[in-house]
């Protein structure tokens, strides 16, 4: 795991440039719009929800501005309508807000997303804002596939808050192009998480360890010195986790920031049975720094150790989350299938039209697998290629073959999975789960499958 987030193996570095404006084509847009159905679906923090919420950063207005509680690094991640994958070519940024131009955002940072908006993030370019309130363009080299674009803003002009006006992302939506993943947020207060024990809060208000499972934006939590502290939190039943993220932020200055904890997890009790999953080690930026668990593990009580900050007097963090993720088609992880049924459906990897050459924006799901695989060593899986109807039977039978080769040779190329642990066979056809007289259900029977060896 980066600094910032999780790289996926051989997906290329996309880097930014400065470009002029110039006419977009007609169906390309602004993606993050409200009015396009764009969302904030994470923000760092905002100075208050009224005036200077995060949200306006997408309300396509001139008029407001979004300004954070500090001027210290943080982030917001946007998500298209219906959180749906798009290939996008530029992000314009306007810096301007009403306030001193000393506190208008600087250092910028991109990273994108094809899965899940806490993690699977790569960085495609850091760049510097002129401080003039004019927009300004940064271009990808070619089109990039997003579901999920995180914007960074590290340092502003010198000002006492982080501040910019407006974020646009110009793309288009790809309407063949799989489904979102799901996720919940399972130490939620408003799903029934709670705090079940903490070490210490400076206060019972603004401050409280309560704040810790709160909505984004709001107060955060702050213990009664540096020292090293836990939190356990309570999820309302036992249910499979997939991964734990924290927030490290805090309105004070980011010398109070946690930047290393343990996280542990048990299923039967709130002070025994307890084992570790992994360490954050995060930087001074507000942010989901987040452990992915190689496969879904049962829990009902999370502790979170705050071990280290950045050497203030306090040790202090705004959120943290606990969060079940469906991986695969169906509503279950891909391991809960594998381990129930022997068998499960991935939508994620894509590939080019009547082509064989997988997609970038596959990489995540790919390297799910290959951690899936790393897991359970004894494991050997087939992995079966299908198409839809259009085209000869001959020629789907031999596209899903050569799909299925390819997913193998990624696994083994770019993963270092063992070549015989995997096996290959294309049905082209001959076994659609959908209705291929629509697009919807064509798209769902163009799919990989994986079989577990020994399964029925």
């Known amino acids: 795991m980066g600094v ?44 208050n929800s009224s005036d ?6 997408i309300d396509g207005s ?26 996008v070519a530029d992000v314009v940024i306007n ?56 914007v960074i803003f590290h340092t502003n002009y010198g000002g006492t808050y982080m501040e910019a006006g407006e974020i646009k992302v110009m793309g288009r939506l790809l309407p063949d192009a799989p489904p979102a993943l799901r996720y919940t947020d399972v130490a939620a207060a408003e799903r029934g998480g709670r705090i079940e024990r903490f070490a210490g809060e400076y206060n019972s208000t603004t401050w409280a360890a309560a704040n810790l499972l709160a909505p984004d934006g709001g107060d955060q939590w702050a213990g009664k010195s540096a020292g090293a502290q836990e939190v356990v939190i309570a999820l309302p039943q036992v249910v499979p986790i997939t991964d734990i993220a924290i927030n490290n932020y805090a309105k004070e200055a980011p010398t109070n920031w946690v930047r290393e904890a343990d996280v542990e997890i048990s299923a039967s009790s709130s002070y025994k049975g307890f084992q570790p999953v992994g360490k954050l080690r995060m930087a001074p930026v507000g942010d989901l720094h987040t452990i992915s668990l190689a496969s879904p593990m049962d829990a009902q009580y999370v502790k979170v150790i705050f071990q280290s900050n950045g050497g ?43 082509s064989a050459a997988i997609v970038s924006g596959s990489e995540a799901v790919l390297h799910e697998i290959a951690e899936l695989l790393r897991s359970n060593p004894d494991w050997e899986l087939t992995i079966e290629g ?32 063992a070549a015989v642990r995997l096996n290959t066979v294309g049905y082209g056809m001959t076994k659609p789960i959908d209705d291929n007289r629509t697009e919807e259900g064509r798209a769902r029977n163009r799919r990989v499958e994986l079989v577990r060896k020994g399964a029925t």
């Open 4 to 47: 910032f987030a999780r790289t996926m193996p051989g997906l290329a570095q996309v880097l930014l440039t400065v470009a002029a404006v110039v006419p977009l084509p007609a169906q390309v847009q602004n993606l993050a719009a409200r009015s396009a159905g764009g969302e904030l679906v994470f923000f760092t923090s905002q100075y």
């Open 52 to 57: 200077w919420r995060a949200d306006q950063l």
């Open 62 to 87: 001139a008029n407001g501005g979004w300004a954070g509680q500090s001027n210290g690094a943080q982030a917001v991640v946007i998500a298209f309508k219906g959180r749906g994958l798009a290939e």
């Open 95 to 150: 810096p301007y807000t009403r306030e001193s131009n000393t506190t208008w955002a600087k250092d910028v940072e991109i990273q994108v997303s094809t899965t899940y908006p806490f993690r699977d993030f790569v960085s495609v370019g850091r760049f510097t804002l002129v401080n003039e309130g004019r927009d300004q363009v940064f271009s990808f080299t070619q089109p990039t596939r997003v579901r999920y674009l995180k």
């Open 312 to 354: 203030g007097g306090y040790m202090e963090a705004a959120r943290i989350r606990v969060f079940q993720a469906e991986t695969a088609a169906g509503g279950e992880t891909v391991a809960a299938q594998l381990k129930a049924t022997g068998r499960a459906v991935w939508h994620g990897i894509t590939f080019g039209t009547n």
């Open 386 to 417: 299908h198409t839809d109807d259009v085209g000869t039977a001959e020629s789907n039978l031999a596209l899903s073959q050569k799909r299925a080769d390819a997913v193998k040779k990624w696994l083994v190329e770019q993963e270092r999975v």
